[in-house]
């Protein structure tokens, strides 16, 4: 468990990040993200979950850097591919909670933890679907498709691009920008932007590449 002084520790450096994003968000929102990161910590003991081990250190590597890809988001339902134990899903559903995100992990421990999470912070804007990517059903796709976790970007179109609706977007997060990657994009994608991400506290570089599917 996170002792109180850690908790806030937290608090104050999520408080301090929050203040240098372009982001509001009220009290209860940051509850609710204290409360995730109060979760993933407990269960990241037995799960193993994530490799960032130092809850102060989850506020910048996991909270702010999956909120910085917040005011690029314009869909009111998006799919986060591969969410792992949430990233950049649950920050982001608690940023939006008018927004729908489904998160979609095939690993059994993490979904059951994301389902954990739903409960226990009564994120009603959020469907977990344990399963791979070309398992999952949707009539009409989705608009927007979100990941952090794949290894290069045609991976993550060639596999993802079923559930994506026709004309919707692919939104990368990467470390630095993927000039190589993006010179071999699948026929039928281009790129639309490339945006370098501002996460206060952190000097790694971050960039979020978006992608449209041809319609």
Known sequence: MISE????????????????MPLQ????????????????HKWNRAYNLTSVR???????????????????????????VGTGPGL?????SILFPEKSFTLLDSNGKRS????????????????????????????????EV????????QDMLTWS?????DGGRFLAMKGQYPEQELAQ??????????????VPGSDAERHLIIIERAS
């Open 5 to 20: 002084e850690q908790y806030q520790q937290c608090r104050q450096e999520l408080v301090n990040g929050l203040a240098h």
């Open 88 to 92: 950049p899903g649950i920050p982001l």
């Open 112 to 143: 059951r933890f994301l389902q954990q999470v739903k409960i226990e912070l009564a994120l009603t804007n959020i469907h977990i679907f344990h399963g791979r990517v070309e398992q999952h059903q949707s009539d009409q796709g989705y608009p």
């Open 146 to 153: 979100i990941s952090r976790a794949f290894a290069s970007l």
């Open 185 to 198: 994009l699948p026929q039928g994608f281009k790129l639309v932007n490339g945006h370098r991400l501002e």
């Open 54 to 80: 130092d809850p102060i250190q989850m506020v910048e590597r996991h909270l702010l850097d999956s909120l910085s890809i917040g005011p690029y988001l314009d869909s009111s339902r998006i799919i986060d």
């Open 25 to 40: 968000l009220a009290d209860e929102q940051v509850e609710k993200l204290l409360g995730y990161l109060s979760l993933l």
């Open 161 to 165: 691009d079923c559930v994506c609706a």
